[in-house]
């Protein structure tokens, strides 16, 4: 009963470099959503894949790039690693949104 | 613009106490509406409403929605220290893309 699995779950970065956080389901939903969390913020949509082959934009996709590998993985890419980008990640994947999202476990970034 | 609001933000009560946790949305073709707890890790889920009126109940939790004026309240009663947790609401858009609209949270701490 793996459900979600996101990949690192701590990452130190320095400024500029890159990194892609790997996020795994074994549910067979069609769609997949990253988030990042900020005090006071709540969770805020990075990128969303509503099926297999298809990606969109959410609320904050600037400095963030994603690929929707197969049905099960859906990676996030940080090209070029920004302070701003400090944050707790989480993804996410559903069959009936209605019902709600299972989430991963969250990865926590630090850009310094 | 879509978006939900938590009050208050935050909140510290002592063990027995009973709490009420607010959330009022604006969500255009709005669907329903979710409860999740979220401890150190990932959010879990709590709570579906979609019928105005209609209590959910589990446990010392319950929660209701108002359609009409736009809000749902998440009460715990005889709160305990494991109630300690940041509450989300989140709402579901008729929509078919899957994105939820996320409150702020609400950060609970039962002392002793």
């Known amino acids: 009963n793996a459900g979600v699995t996101q990949t690192p779950k701590f990452q130190v970065l320095k400024t500029g470099q890159s990194m892609t956080l790997q996020c795994a389901q074994d549910?067979?939903?069609?769609?997949m959503y990253w988030y990042r969390q900020d005090p006071g913020m709540g969770l805020r949509l990075i990128y969303y894949?509503?099926?297999?082959?298809?990606?969109d934009k959410g609320e904050v996709p600037n400095g963030y790039n994603v690929s929707r590998l197969n049905k099960r993985e859906f990676s996030l890419r940080l090209e070029s690693a920004a302070p701003s980008q400090t944050s707790v990640y989480f993804c996410?994947?559903?069959?009936?949104?209605?019902?709600?999202?299972?989430f991963g476990s969250g990865t926590r970034l630090t850009v310094v | 613009e879509d978006k939900v609001v938590q009050s208050p933000l935050s909140l510290v009560v002592h063990e027995g106490d009973t709490v009420t946790l607010n959330c009022s949305y604006e969500?255009?073709?709005?669907?329903?509406l979710l409860w999740y707890k979220q401890e150190k890790k990932a959010p879990t889920f709590l709570f579906m409403l979609?019928?105005?009126?209609i209590e959910k109940k589990s446990g010392r939790l319950s929660s209701i929605l108002d359609k009409k004026e736009l809000f749902s309240i998440l009460n715990i009663t005889a709160t305990q220290t494991g109630d300690s947790a940041v509450y989300l609401c989140?709402?579901?858009?008729?929509?078919?893309?899957?994105?939820?609209?996320f409150g702020q949270g609400t950060t609970l701490q039962v002392k002793p």
């Open positions: 996410a994947s559903s069959e009936q949104v209605a019902y709600g999202y299972t």
């Open positions: 549910m067979n939903h069609n769609s």
């Open positions: 894949s509503a099926s297999e082959g298809t990606t």
């Open positions: 969500v255009t073709n709005f669907r329903s």
């Open positions: 979609t019928s105005s009126g």
């Open positions: 989140a709402a579901v858009p008729s929509s078919n893309t899957g994105k939820l609209i």
